[in-house]
């Protein structure tokens, strides 16, 4: 059983099948890529794993546990940070507000050994290059100042999954470099993210794994070289090259 195992996943709704049977392992440590074309079911998968909707059927652990009927404050008090496609900051909260404001919400315990509250903010804004915005409204940022400061946050927040939803959306290149180095250092801090991404050249570059969804159900799973390459992936995009 992996880190987080998904097993039989399956969600109907009014008789329409979402997710059918999805079932995959992703490995404490590994970044894995899920990837697929609009209406897959990608994330109404992560609205599962974050406890946001009920599976029909199936069941999902983490770290062993069966959390498939827990909330989804409870998860995330078990380690699961999600961030958000539509960004989850306060626009109207100061940056360092925000990254208060969600240090706040971590258990009594757990904040005791973070030490200076002032010191980690600061810390968090210069990880992305915001500290001297640290007492700005957040609705100023720019898309891709908005995805890092979400990043950042749930990474200073203690948790040990990611759910990345889309996070070069809107995001420019320079700023996608900035994503890219976030990501690279939660693998370097033994942290497990898996991704929803359209951007597949990104998705080759940081992933170590992909999986590939379509209506619903697990077509394809590999390396990122080995799903590039399958002829599989060019029929799911209509015999495309997936990497233009």
Request: hydrophobic share 40%; aromatic share 6%.
């Amino acid at each position: 059983m992996g880190f987080l195992s998904i097993r039989e996943v399956s969600l109907a709704i009014q008789g329409h099948m979402i997710l059918d049977h999805v079932s995959f392992d992703v490995n404490q440590g590994e970044v894995v890529g899920l990837i697929g074309p609009n209406g897959s079911g990608k994330t109404t998968l992560f609205n599962l794993l974050s406890g946001f909707l009920a599976p029909t059927g199936g069941s999902i652990h983490f770290r062993g546990s069966d959390i498939t009927n827990c909330s989804p404050s409870v998860r995330a008090q078990k380690g699961i940070g999600r961030v958000f496609q539509n960004f989850g900051i306060f626009r109207d909260m100061t940056l360092e507000e925000n990254i208060l404001v969600a240090l706040e919400a971590l258990p009594h315990e757990q904040k005791k050994l973070l030490g200076d509250m002032k010191f980690l903010v600061h810390r968090t804004l210069a990880m992305v290059g915001l500290e001297k915005s640290a007492k700005k409204k957040a609705g100023a940022l720019s898309g891709g100042q908005m995805r890092l400061l979400e990043i950042a946050r749930t990474l200073k927040c203690g948790k040990d999954l990611f759910l990345l939803d889309e996070p070069t959306a809107g995001v420019s290149p320079k700023m996608t470099g900035q994503v890219s180095g976030l990501i690279a250092e939660l693998k370097r801090e033994g942290k497990t993210v898996l991704i929803i991404e359209h951007d597949l050249p990104f998705i080759g570059r940081i992933c170590d794994r992909v999986i590939v969804l379509d209506v619903g159900k697990v077509v394809l799973e590999g390396t990122p070289d080995e799903v590039k390459q399958s002829k599989e992936l060019q029929e799911i995009y209509f015999g495309a090259d997936p990497t233009t």
